[in-house]
């Protein structure tokens, strides 16, 4: 495959602060750029080709670092800003941004409308009812009593903090009164509610371009707070790739199943999706079932697989940003033939539902001497007070690490975790314990 022209200019601006973003300006600078994240936090700079950017997180901002700074890319990490459009802001300035349009973007915005785009063009997934109020709810349940369980999902920006897993129908009636009485500002469409089905999940990146893509790598991600799944679902508690129990010949029946026909739906009703799309697929006994679309990297999943690709990342990223086909279609990614674990460290009271206070301010300790080499430390929630890095988040690092086996490469992770301390400190000690 020949080699895409190369850009002439290699200033990348990347939008976000948490983990997933030092994991893409990490990976990034890489293929030689330089990257500045804005806003960033104060751990992302010690990674060498990478400067973090002050000011408010505004469009307006981020317009003035792009053109203070010669970006020739901007990559938007946090879902937030494509539900507002910035990608559609800065391609009307003639600047390539990497993700999928305002319109697009309701494929994750909206539950409600990704469902009902699912049942359109016969995509696989569970059964589900949209509630627009609470009493809608409560009789969808009691309508469903032999349902398996009851998944409740808010239908907005809900920033990871949607979603709840329930068994019984007294479950998930509490479930709903807790969802209707402390949603999140701004979130009125209601919820929708679904059959809960089983097996295991997974979680499929592809790179698209319109009706083109390109996979990128596959993890599974780990979101209940505690060891054996127990406790409330979280952003990801930690993750690991690629899902070494997946096979090619499912993996293909996926993306004819799932990405051929998102794509052509996409394009079909005018809203051509050009991004990351990120899927999460239950392996059922009866098939693959769409849980979700996510419009973005995902988080921790983006901290596992990154490591693992090889190529020149940052030209495919630029490919999609500027709608070029030819060199998109040349740009090849392949991956190093190791198994990446990824394992988060997460600050007292995290995930914070309902009103539950996040412990921060926690100074961190770091013995980075201590190291392997094939692991990477990543920053989320930090900030720095006189020179020292403190917690400011519910997600507070995590570490990443490579190995030719699981078993290596999760030996590695735990090593080197204990080397990145703070107080009250939790983790999972059973990440990609499942992966056999």
């Not at 016969?122 to 369980?149: M, N, Q, Y």
């Not at 907005?156 to 479930?175: D, F, N, Q, S």
């Not at 770091?366 to 989320?380: C, K």
């Amino acid at each position: 495959m020949s080699e895409p022209k190369p850009r002439t200019e290699t200033n990348v601006l990347l939008i976000g602060s948490g983990g997933r973003e030092h994991a893409l300006a990490w990976r990034l600078s890489l293929d030689g750029d330089r990257v500045f994240v804005f806003p960033g936090n104060p751990g992302m700079n010690a990674t060498p080709g990478v400067k973090t950017l002050s000011g408010d997180l505004t469009f307006e901002q981020a317009l003035k670092h792009v053109r203070e700074h010669r970006i020739s890319l901007v990559v938007i990490g946090p879902e937030k800003y494509l539900f507002e459009g910035w990608v559609d802001q800065f391609q009307k300035h003639s600047i390539p941004a990497f993700g999928p349009s305002q319109q697009a973007s309701f494929l994750e915005e909206s539950k409600i409308r990704s469902k009902l785009f699912m049942k359109e063009w016969k995509i696989p997934t569970a059964g589900f009812e949209v509630a627009k109020s609470l009493d809608e709810a409560l009789s969808i349940i009691d309508a469903h009593p032999r349902w398996a369980g009851y998944v409740l999902k808010l239908s907005g920006p809900a920033l990871g903090k949607g979603v709840i897993v329930t068994g019984t129908p007294a479950e998930a009636k509490a479930a709903a009164q807790d969802f209707f009485k402390h949603r999140p500002a701004g979130i009125e469409e209601g919820m929708v509610i679904e059959e809960r089905i089983t097996g295991r999940e997974v979680s499929l990146f592809y790179i698209c371009l319109g009706e083109h893509y390109q996979f990128l790598a596959s993890a599974c991600d780990h979101k209940r707070l505690k060891d054996h799944d127990q406790g409330p679902n979280t952003g990801g508690m930690g993750a690991y790739s690629p899902a070494t129990w997946l096979d090619t010949a499912t993996r293909h029946q996926i993306e004819k199943q799932f990405v051929e026909p998102t794509l052509h739906g996409m394009n079909a009703q005018g809203t051509p999706f050009n991004g990351i799309l990120f899927l999460g697929i239950m392996m059922t006994p009866q098939g693959p079932s769409l849980l979700e679309y996510n419009t973005r990297f995902g988080d921790p999943e983006t901290q596992t697989f990154l490591p693992l690709l090889k190529g020149n990342f940052t030209d495919l990223l630029f490919s999609v940003a500027s709608n070029e086909v030819h060199k998109f279609m040349q740009t090849e990614i392949t991956h190093h033939a190791l198994i990446s674990v990824h394992v988060v460290k997460a600050a007292k009271g995290y995930p914070g539902l309902f009103g539950e206070a996040i412990e921060s301010g926690q100074p961190i300790e770091i013995h980075s001497t201590s190291f392997s080499q094939v692991s990477r430390l990543f920053y989320a929630g930090v900030k720095d007070k006189n020179g020292t890095l403190i917690t400011s988040g519910g997600r507070v690092l995590g570490v990443t690490s490579l190995g030719k086996t699981l078993d290596e490469a999760r030996k590695h992770a735990y090593h080197d975790l204990s080397h990145a301390r703070f107080e009250n400190e939790h983790f999972r000690t059973d990440i990609g314990g499942d992966a056999k």
